[in-house]
T-cell receptor, first 110, second 115 residues
Framework: NAGVTQTPKFQVLKTGQSMTLQCAQD?????MSWYRQDPGMGLRLIHY???????DQGEVPNGYNVSRSTTEDFPLRLLSAAPSQTSVYFC?????????FGPGTRLTVT | AQSVAQPEDQVNVAEGNPLTVKCTYS??????LFWYVQYPNRGLQFLLK??????LVKGSYGFEAEFNKSQTSFHLKKPSALVSDSALYFC?????????????FGTGTQLKVEL
């Protein structure tokens, strides 16, 4: 049981490039979410999904897209990276009352 | 809208002394409250939660937290701190009604336990 996995662990992008952050869980959770963590700002919700085919925006969705074709996978897409998207990104999946976090992806946009 | 405040950016404690990390919240209706810990270069780990029932909840690694509805607080405590407790601690809240599973996190408190 791997829990929540994220790839890659580190990524450097140039402004304007696109990329996809991968997230997978093997706990059969319906609810999954993406957060970004910035110093002094805690974790902010980017997008979330309550099940396959259903996604919604969180607190800071601009510049990010998501899709949920399976229960297991919830990728986050940056269409045109900007320096403001330099951050650490965490994926989480949730049972009724507890969220399980992945190890994070540290993204730098230059 | 729901929110969490962690008024201290950093808390310093000597090993063996009791520690408290403060958290206050705002939410419509009754809250579900959580504490998470983050060690350097790691994801968040669940420590404890308040759902209902006893106001004092016990969690992992000897931590506990007290839910105080009148003060809208959920402070994290430990009777005797260890150097290994040094980490970043996050309080989080979600409403019992509405909001689904959406958690709102505080900005975090860095705990430093020194010998």
């Amino acid at each position: 049981n791997a829990g929540v996995t994220q790839t890659p662990k580190f990524q450097v992008l140039k402004t304007g490039q696109s990329m996809t952050l991968q997230c997978a869980q093997d706990m059969n959770h319906e609810y999954m979410s993406w957060y970004r963590q910035d110093p002094g700002m805690g974790l902010r919700l980017i997008h979330y999904s309550v099940g396959a085919g259903i996604t919604d925006q969180g607190e800071v969705p601009n510049g990010y897209n998501v899709s949920r074709s399976t229960t297991e996978d919830f990728p986050l897409r940056l269409l045109s990276a900007a320096p403001s998207q330099t951050s650490v990104y965490f994926c989480a999946s949730s049972s009724l009352h507890e969220q399980y976090f992945g190890p994070g992806t540290r993204l730098t946009v230059t | 809208a729901q929110s969490v405040a962690q008024p201290e950016d950093q808390v310093n404690v000597a090993e063996g002394n009791p520690l408290t990390v403060k958290c206050t919240y705002s939410v419509s209706g009754n809250p579900y409250l959580f504490w998470y810990v983050q060690y350097p270069n790691r994801g968040l780990q669940f420590l404890l939660k308040y759902i209902t029932g006893d106001n004092l909840v016990k969690g992992s690694y000897g931590f506990e937290a007290e839910f105080n509805k009148s003060q809208t607080s959920f402070h994290l405590k430990k009777p005797s701190a260890l150097v290994s407790d040094s980490a970043l601690y996050f309080c989080a809240v979600k409403g019992v009604t509405g909001g689904g599973n959406k958690l709102t996190f505080g900005t975090g408190t860095q705990l430093k336990v020194e010998l």
